[in-house]
């Protein structure tokens, strides 16, 4: 029935809607010339990831037989994400990008070299460019230099263990970038990447929780305004505040891994503006009385992350819980709290790497009958053997 000349347009897009693999659609392509109209642009739009050494050869052949050819539309221009990986020689991969994929929005590149005159053709031919996504790349230091001149569009940075330092400054300029996330960067410092960080206004959401850096104090000082931040708690208009750095910020993660002055997070929670709704804290001492507090200075929080975290009890955190009712997700890496304090949640031992979703949240918070002491926090012996052997039993 496929191969009938006369199929319905409209069917053959039902048809095509449940068509992913590459295969199959370039099979469908061949059925028909309405076919290939229809299932064209949806076999260019799935090409992803180029990591097959011959891949990204075949692919540029095949864009610049469709230029000599005239043919039109330019399949190039469907192609709106692309994944490199060492496989693939980085003026191969500028040629791909910057030459023949125009409407690019996502490009991923892994176990490569990146210096600013690669950057700067993508960052210049690339003008729609909305996600970059670094992975275990090495690079010089100006290399995003190009994407702060040219990569106006850039909305999300994603670096994942890049062990060379890069000038983050560039970033300051590209208005529309909202998420900055920086894992396994050991290169974070306060007098350069901190800095830079703190003057990019645009960002919505920035997590560093990820790596090691060297000052987090400052950091946070850095965000705290020198009058508290509370005209916004009763007023609709606070025109006539002034805020602090990163004050859009409705993310925020951070790695305090050389430790912070004890009063510093109490300081940071009461003068930010209210409207975090996700918030990760790394290799932190976390107090009950800081979990008891971010009901009301954090009244929006639908994410809270304890990574490695250490200084609170069961007890403290069933109460922030039940505090905090619009509280979706409790992750938790490292807290060694025994299990049997949450009879709600499966598994028995103590919480070594735990997400909490909101079911078995609201299952804590409805089980008003349940009573817990700061003395249960001691651990059995069975939960210690446990701990030996991963966590659970």
């Known amino acids: 029935m496929m191969d009938h000349p006369c199929f319905p347009l409209e069917l053959i897009t039902i048809v095509l ?36 050494p011959d ?21 190039g221009d ?3 994400g692309l994944g490199f990986t060492e496989g693939c020689p980085t003026s191969l991969m500028v040629t791909l990008t910057a030459g023949f994929a125009r409407s690019l929005c996502e490009l991923e590149l892994s176990h490569m070299h990146l210096t600013g005159d690669e950057m700067e053709p993508i960052a210049i031919f690339c003008p729609l460019l909305f996600e970059l996504i670094l992975f275990e790349c090495t690079n010089t230091f100006d290399f995003l230099e190009p994407f702060g001149e040219q990569g106006h569009n850039l909305c999300i940075l994603n670096v994942y263990t890049c062990p060379d330092e890069m000038d983050l400054l560039p970033l300051k300029q590209c208005e529309n970038l909202r998420v ?8 974070l410092t306060m007098d ?14 920035l997590d560093i929780s990820q790596s090691p850096f060297d000052d987090p104090d400052r950091f946070l000082e850095k965000m705290i305004p020198s009058e508290p931040y509370h005209q916004s708690r009763h007023h609709d208009n606070d025109n006539d505040v002034i805020l602090p750095p990163l004050s859009g ?16 997070w109490f300081d940071f929670l009461m003068s930010r503006p209210p409207h975090l709704v996700a918030l990760n804290i790394a290799e932190e001492s976390v107090s009950d009385t800081l979990l008891s507090i971010m009901h009301f200075y954090l009244p929006n929080l639908k994410h809270l992350g304890l990574d490695r975290c250490f200084g609170f009890s069961s007890l403290g955190l069933r109460e922030m ?29 103590v919480f070594l790497d735990h997400f909490i979703r909101r079911d078995e949240l609201d299952m804590i918070r409805q089980n008003t009958g349940f009573v817990v002491h700061f003395s249960d926090d001691h651990l059995l012996p069975s939960e210690r053997d446990a701990l030996e052997h991963g966590g659970t039993i």
């Open 55 to 75: 891949r990204p050869k075949r692919l540029l052949h095949s864009l610049k037989w469709a230029v000599t050819h005239g043919r039109k539309p330019f399949p």
């Open 17 to 52: 809607n449940n068509v992913t693999t590459e295969r199959e659609l370039y099979q469908c392509t061949l059925v028909n010339s309405y076919f290939f109209e229809i299932a064209n642009p949806k076999l260019w739009n799935t090409i992803s990831t180029v990591n097959h």
């Open 321 to 349: 819980i039940k505090q905090n009712p619009g509280l979706d997700i409790l992750s938790m890496r490292g807290s060694r709290l025994p299990r049997r304090c949450f009879p709600e949640l499966k598994g028995e031992g």
């Open 180 to 187: 900055l996330y920086l894992a396994g960067c050991p290169w």
């Open 192 to 205: 350069r990447a901190g800095n830079a960080i703190l003057s990019m206004d645009q960002l919505d959401e």
């Open 78 to 80: 469907y192609i709106d």
């Open 249 to 264: 910020l409705t993310r925020f993660g951070i790695s305090c891994g050389s430790g912070t002055n004890t009063s510093m």
